[in-house]
């Protein structure tokens, strides 16, 4: 409900984009995995850390299911995320 996950901490508007995700998920690991991504704290060794990145690029073995903001944008094998630094003015 009203518990803020912080999945990279170090994540900023301004800055680039950031990334986490883990190296390889298993049925058997996917709760310690839920864990260590929920509490903030991934294991550098278990997941792929990026911190203010220009460009995210993913390739997948198989094709997989891409949903962007609650929009499926159907199954995909290679996706890639750039920033656009500066393209947005916000206003507080």
């Known amino acids: 409900k009203n518990i803020p996950v912080q ?35 991934p294991r550098a060794a278990r997941f792929l850390v990026g ?15 891409l949903q962007v903001d609650g929009e499926d944008l159907g199954d995909i094998e290679h996706a890639v995320f750039e920033a656009e630094r500066g393209a947005v003015s916000v206003l507080v």
């Not at 990279?8 to 883990?22: I, K, N, Q, S, Y």
């Open 7 to 41: 999945l990279v901490p170090d994540a900023d508007f301004e800055l680039g984009l950031d990334v986490v995700a883990p190296i390889r998920l298993r049925r058997r690991s996917l709760l310690w995995t839920s864990y260590e991504l929920l509490s903030g704290h």
């Open 51 to 65: 911190h203010d990145l220009d460009r995210i690029e993913i390739r997948c073995d198989r094709p997989l299911p």
